[in-house]
């Protein structure tokens, strides 16, 4: 895989960190995401969880995906590979969900919001599919804004991600991680702060449910 950019977040709770992520985006179509909690988070519930997801390089409908998931005593592997020819994505051997060739998962998503301008993005529904489950999400364009990390600024467009879930009939797991359980939750805000530089990067990104504020902050 070629790599053309990497970056390292913590995420904190309250100004405590409690975890560790690095994305990796090849060249064109894969995205990765690495995962570890930290400090007393780790003590408490040790996770280490791997994501990754192939997605065609002009619309980043989904091609395929995988997650390998080690949080607590839960440890779970799961992937998915996409079907051109009937446009269906496939767990397993038994799992067969339909979908669209521009259909979006959570992680095409972060793709995508680092490469389009965000005229392109802004209100515009995508199909959407999450283990199984169908529906639709968009970027909202909110305004410009400067967020300030170590002894850097970056002027930043910010968007709030919404997703709706309304067709979970091709559900096949009661329990999944607490990351893709979270970040489909009804009543919870999802927001990023996107460089507007050439080669744009999520600089921050947080998601507030049930009054408790979960942030990720480019560390470099």
Known sequence: MKCISAQDYIISVFGFPVAEVKQT????????????????????????????????SASFGIRGWDKKIHQGEFKKKLSADFNPATTELIYGSKNKVQITDKTQTIFTLL???????????????????HEGQLGKA??????????????????????????IIDDDSGKFRENSDYFMDEIIASGIVRQLWVSRETQKRIIQASIKTMGLPLIALIDE
Request: proline letters at 3%; a negative charge; one cysteine or more.
């Open 111 to 129: 793709a995508m919001v680092q490469a389009a301008d965000y005229r392109e993005l802004d209100t515009h529904w995508f199909p959407f599919e």
């Open 138 to 163: 968009r970027f909202v364009w909110s305004d410009t804004a400067t967020i300030n990390y170590r002894k850097n600024k970056e002027l930043c467009d910010h968007y709030r991600l919404d997703i």
């Open 25 to 56: 985006r090849s060249h064109h179509s894969t995205i990765t995401f690495e995962t570890r909690n930290t400090g007393i988070a780790d003590l408490i519930w040790p996770a280490k969880n791997f994501y990754s997801a192939q997605f065609d």
